[in-house]
């Protein structure tokens, strides 16, 4: 990769030197090429325009004036006849007599205005013919040729010092081009050696962020996806660890049981009678722990019952019926105020699970002679389900705790209430299913008060799937 970015950064680099070196030459050499042209050709008509006044053309007026006019610069003025005969030429003084057979004349004899130049050779060479004539009629041709050095050595000394330029630019955008190519593939070097680091099982690593650039942005998202990563990984270590001990008890307690059967001599019938009760009690909690463990693995799946529509407050109803004895045994009063119409679309056993949860713990965290009272009503686009005791209330501290799996506020207390701390996570899940929130806080005079808020059914379509 440092390799093809160099790369391509050499080539707009020398790309750009090229354009620099030639195109202001060019220009600058274009511009001298039409001042020549302009001055060249005006000179040329002044000569012409003198030698056409003169009474007649010949080798001496055309001396005369050429020294009138003070034609020093040129290197070659020629003056020939209609012919092309060399009347004056200062570059041959013998010359007189003889055909100048050149384009330039022969074109300028036609009447041309004549007009060339080259750059060659550290000079810009020009050459100038022009016609003389009077009344229409071409007398003769003005030759002229100029060799200007002056200006070319202008032109080839700015040409070295571009060259000069352009080798310093060059090797300063190199090792620029090194240097920024090195830093930004060691950057993605770090980038992807962390990626493996993790892909390893170094969910602790983090990388350290440096610059201000899309590659920090990169870093940053890059360590918030391997801090997710590390929390999902510590939930489930501490889930599988919490299900094995929450099993693990209720199966110790029956082996012990069991043994005690077994290995006791003489043991009569009511204490067997005793043991075995207790065992199937275990044996029952195995069962609803497992069930529970079950029913919030296939929620992990994304597996969700069929929706339907839901009346909360008939739910609530039948739901409260199942927890009558419970109640009673506890010495605790159940109430229920339920509005009518309380729609909502979800899978009916979801609606059942979190109210029973919710009014089961109710009941059992309660105390002799306290209330459980669940309400149902109608917000704006909302069903609001509240359950709310008299019981023994929730520490302030816990409470942030409350919805994770197998949090219990008193182990030992929810354990002999047969409790397994997976129901409010069972709630939690469902309620986050259906779009819902819950919530939990104290209650003003003692107990607690959790809050469901379900998104109430569209009117119309019943039971979308
Ligand atoms: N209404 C309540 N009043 C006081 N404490 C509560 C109440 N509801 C829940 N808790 C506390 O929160 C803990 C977790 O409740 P959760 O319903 O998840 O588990 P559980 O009741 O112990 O067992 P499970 O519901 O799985 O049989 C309980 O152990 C209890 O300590
Ligand atoms: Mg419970």
Redesign the pocket.
Known sequence: MQFKLALAFFALIAALLILLNSYPITASRDIVFSEKQSSMLEQAGVISASLAGLDSLSGDGAAQVVELLGLTDFERVMVTDAAGRVLYDTAEPGAEGKLALFGEVIRALSSERVFWSEFAGGAFVSRAAMPITRGGAVLGAVYLCERDTEQADIILSFRDRLVTVSVVAFAMACLMTVFFTRTFTARITRLSEAVRTVREGDYAYRIEPEGDDELTELSRDFNSMTETLQKTEEQRRRFVSDASHELKTPLAAIRLLADSITETENIDGATVREFVQDISSEAERLQ??TE?LLDLSRRDDGVRGGLSRVDVGETARSTLKLLEPLAAKTEVTLRLDAAEGCFIDAPADDVYQIIF??A???V???VAGGEASVSVRRGPGRVLLT?E?T????PES?LPN??SRF?????A??RE???????????HDAVQALGGTVSVAPREGG??R?TVGFPAATEGGEGRA
Do not use: W
Request: no cysteine.
């Open positions: 609803r722990t529970k949860n919710l089961e713990n109710a059992k965290y309660n359950v005791d019981g023994i209330g929730i816990d409350i919805f949090y219990r506020v008193d182990k207390r929810s209430r047969g409790g397994s701390g997976l129901g409010l996570s069972i709630v107990g607690t959790f």
